[in-house]
Each structure stands twice: as structure tokens, then as C-alpha cells.
């Protein structure tokens, strides 16, 4: 049977069409029946008489009906297919739904977010969550045709990996046939990316998940997925401008302006002073309500900082770079405090959505940043070790960025909340959508994992 799409509807005055989808609202007037169809294309009015009686919203029908144009006064010029409706022949239920639990026709930010992750399937249906949803899909789209003009390689790498230092807590996952070990899933690919470097590959990209098991915020989640890239044989301007030039052309191509081009670069030192933080936002009241996007860069932060117990941890990334001229200080660990790092950061409006820095390649120098975080030379190279071996067997220089999606996307579209742009998000007591995990496991998964749960 031919398939029309609601959406094309208005082209179709005259003829026998066949539509496939929801009853999105029913207005009963006794002798004629409308309901409201609506399938991914969009809404079309249907008008019957008893065969639509038995219909209530979220059935899901299959119908046979004549395109009629409406009589000037009665067109909806709200509705696309406004100028239309559809006269039913024959409907078909294929699924009777039960009441459904919220409304799907206001933009559900009035609705309890525990029901609403509940029946996500339900609440995706709005309007709102379609567009955010689908902008999703196209712009990811549109960063891939990007990278990949630009000579980028698409690399998946493991979700089972090593724990690693990169500031959060770990998602572990114990090991069955090694009971007492642990994988961890990645808080990003970082390693595994610069390995990348090291085998030749020289423009990586990929569009990552990575787990950290963090505070939930309504600007961080359990787990968010990234444009994560690396390339090698670059220096900090150069994945800079990559960066800029790739951010600047997905954005505009969705009809976004962007207040100043190229990105006004702050230093680290300047933003606090201004700011009084490293993110911060540059847009007046005016480019608020006309949806303009400021973005900026943050540099050259302290490549240390001080941790509570009066020693040093990284500030960003353990395998970022001092600046050039830094590379004595901290090859001597000397001068702690006041090495610069490479890295830099991308802020949107006021939320940080990228960060990167050129990486040690060396590995004097990767342990230097680790001896002066406290670790001796045995942690190092139990850690370490697979690491500071690739970067003795022909390691290019190399760096990187990595941009959370939700983050970035929920700023482009001037959302308060990631879940928003996700299709199933963990709730901010951190269960999963619909499917309610975390979930106890059985004793007999347990014995066979060698763990035990006490208290
Ligand atoms: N791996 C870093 C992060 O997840 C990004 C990068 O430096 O490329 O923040």
C-alpha cells in the first residue's frame, strides 16, 4: 500500500491518500467526528463520522481518505496543512492506546520529570522533543560531512578500558573471568585517541560516549557523548582555528548568528579578572531574545593546581602540554604555580562547551606531570606505563578538543537542562529513563561475578 506522509497532504487536493500514524486530539460533534492525525511530518485534521467514534488520543491508525481543500474561512493558518483535510474512507486501528499519562501537546516543562523519563516514549512525541531531537540527528550529521571534508578518519575505541585519572569517578564494571577486577568505562577516549596519534592516523575523530560518575547537575549527567577529535603534527593555533572553522560553519548552517568572528580569546588571567570565572557570558539583553550565540575562547590556564591537601593535581587534562616555553619548567618541576598549559577552552553564553590542548609526547615529560602530582615512578609506570611506552616508540606531536553535545546543543537551542536534548536521560536521582536502573542482580550473577553486597 502507498504511504503519504501527512506533510504532503496540501499537494495532494483530490486524491485517495493513505496516512499512517497517531490521533493526536478528537473532537467529537456527535454526527461528524474530527481528529487531528499526526505522524513525524507533522498534523492534518481528519473528518468522519462513526468510524472515528471508537478512536481517543494515541491510537494509532492506519487511514484511507480523499484530500479536501477547505473553504477559505475555515482554513487553520496555524497548521501547515491548515489549507486541507481529510476525508475518512476507511480507518484501521493498529494499536488502541490506554489514557495517556501527561499531556503531549504543550511543551511539557509543567510536567514531573520522574513521569515524564517514565513514559519518555510518550513525552519525545511533543513537538518540542521532536525538533530538539531531530536538530540533534542533523547536526551531528553536519559535523561528520565536515571532519570528513577535512580529512578526518572515524575511529570507534572501547567503552571496556582502564580507570584513568581524568578528574571524575569511575564507572566500573567487574570482570567475570578475572573475579577482583575491574574495567572502568572511558570518561572520555583521551588515551586511546592520542594512541590513535601514534599509529598514523593523524586527523581522528569520533562522535564518543564517555560515563563519569558525577554529581547530576542540570548541566552534567552520568553519561554524555562528545565530537572528540585529535590531530597530529599541530600547535595550539591550529586546532584552534580547526575547531572555530568547524563550530562556526555547523552553526550557521542551521541559520544561527554568532556575535563575533572569529571568537574573541580571553586569557585565563583576563577572564577571571573581568568575569570572575573561566565561563561567562557575552551577550547583551538584546542578543539574548534574538537567540545569538557568543562564543569565546579561554587560554592559557595554569597547567597545575593546588589540591586541599597542599599538593598539585592537574588542572584540566593530565596528558596536556606547558606551553613551549614552559617545557624546561616542568621537565626541572620547577616553578609549579606558574607553568602555562596549552589548554583551551570554548565557552557559549555562558556555558563551557569545548575543550582541548596540545598533549605531552614526550615521556619525560608526561612523568614529570605525574611526579609532581605525588606519584613515585612505580605508580607511575603500573598506571602509566602503556603510555609512556607509545611515547618512546614514535609518538608525533599532537592535540586535540573534545565539545559535549548536550552542552553545546542545549545552549544552541536555549535550553536549561541536557535532558532536553537526549532521548532517554537518567533522572536527577539517577535512574535510567523507562527502564529503571539501577537494578539488583541475582545471587547466581553475583557468585559468578566473585561479589558481594554488604550492607
Ligand atoms: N578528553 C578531554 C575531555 O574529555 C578533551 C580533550 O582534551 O580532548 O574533556
Known amino acids: 500500500m502507498k504511504k503519504t506522509y501527512v506533510g504532503d497532504t496540501p499537494t495532494l487536493i483530490g486524491q485517495e491518500v493513505t496516512l499512517y500514524g497517531w490521533v493526536d486530539t478528537k473532537r467529537d460533534h456527535k454526527k461528524i467526528v474530527f481528529i487531528d492525525l499526526r505522524d513525524r511530518s507533522g498534523i492534518v485534521q481528519v473528518v468522519g463520522m462513526d468510524d472515528l467514534k471508537v478512536l481517543s488520543s494515541g491510537d494509532v491508525v492506519c487511514l484511507r481518505g480523499i484530500v479536501k481543500e477547505r473553504p477559505e474561512k475555515l482554513r487553520n493558518p496555524k497548521l501547515a496543512t491548515g489549507n486541507v483535510e481529510i476525508e475518512s474512507v476507511e480507518c484501521k486501528l493498529l494499536n488502541k492506546s490506554e489514557p495517556l499519562p501527561f499531556p503531549i501537546d504543550t511543551d511539557g516543562y509543567e510536567i514531573n520529570e520522574e513521569m515524564r523519563l517514565r513514559y519518555r516514549y510518550v513525552d519525545m512525541r511533543r513537538q518540542r522533543l521532536q525538533r530538539n531531537i531531530l536538530f540533534r540527528s542533523k547536526f551531528i550529521r553536519s559535523v561528520r560531512d565536515f571532519l570528513y571534508q577535512e580529512g578526518f578518519i572515524e575511529i570507534e575505541t572501547p567503552l571496556l578500558t582502564k580507570s584513568t585519572p581524568e578528574g571524575s569517578r569511575d564507572f566500573v564494571v567487574p570482570s567475570r573471568m578475572q573475579p577482583g577486577k575491574f ?121 597545575f593546581e593546588k589540591t586541599d591537601e597542599g599538593g598539585w593535581t592537574f588542572s584540566h587534562n593530565p596528558f596536556s602540554a606547558p606551553l613551549p616555553e614552559h617545557r624546561e619548567k616542568l621537565l626541572k618541576q620547577e616553578d609549579i604555580g606558574n607553568i602555562i598549559s596549552t589548554q583551551y577552552d570554548m565557552v557559549c553564553n555562558g556555558h563551557e562547551v569545548g575543550g582541548g590542548s596540545i598533549r605531552n609526547h614526550e615521556s619525560s615529560a608526561l612523568r614529570s606531570v605525574f611526579r609532581i602530582m605525588g606519584y613515585d615512578d612505580g605508580t607511575i609506570d603500573v598506571q602509566f606505563g602503556h603510555m609512556l611506552e607509545a611515547f618512546r616508540l614514535g609518538m608525533p606531536p599532537h592535540g586535540g578538543i573534545a565539545h559535549g553535545i548536550e552542552r553545546l546543543l542545549m545552549t544552541i537551542l536555549g535550553e536549561d537542562y541536557l535532558r532536553e536534548v537526549v532521548a532517554f536521560p537518567i533522572t536527577a536521582g539517577g535512574k535510567t529513563a523507562v527502564m529503571n536502573a539501577p537494578s539488583e542482580l541475582s545471587p547466581a550473577q553475583l557468585r559468578e561475578l566473585g561479589i558481594e553486597v554488604i550492607g
Request: charged fraction near 30%; include cysteine.
Open 183 to 303: 574495567y572502568a568505562l572511558p570518561q572520555s577516549p583521551q588515551q586511546y585517541k592520542q594512541l590513535l596519534m601514534g599509529a598514523g592516523f593523524e586527523k581522528y575523530f569520533q562522535i564518543a560516549r564517555c560515563l563519569r560518575d558525577e554529581d547530576l547537575r542540570a548541566d552534567r549527567g552520568f553519561e554524555h557523548t562528545q565530537i572528540d577529535l585529535e590531530m597530529s603534527f599541530v600547535e595550539r593555533d591550529d586546532v584552534m582555528a580547526l575547531d572555530e572553522r568547524m563550530i562556526t560553519k555547523v552553526v550557521e548552517s542551521f541559520g544561527y548568528t554568532i556575535k563575533e568572528k572569529p571568537f574573541p580569546v580571553f586569557t585565563y588571567h583576563e577572564a577571571m579578572e573581568k568575569f570572575g570565572a573561566d565561563k561567562f557570558d557575552l551577550r547583551t539583553e538584546e542578543d539574548k531574545a534574538n537567540g545569538i550565540l557568543a562564543f569565546a575562547w579561554v587560554i592559557n590556564f595554569p597547567l
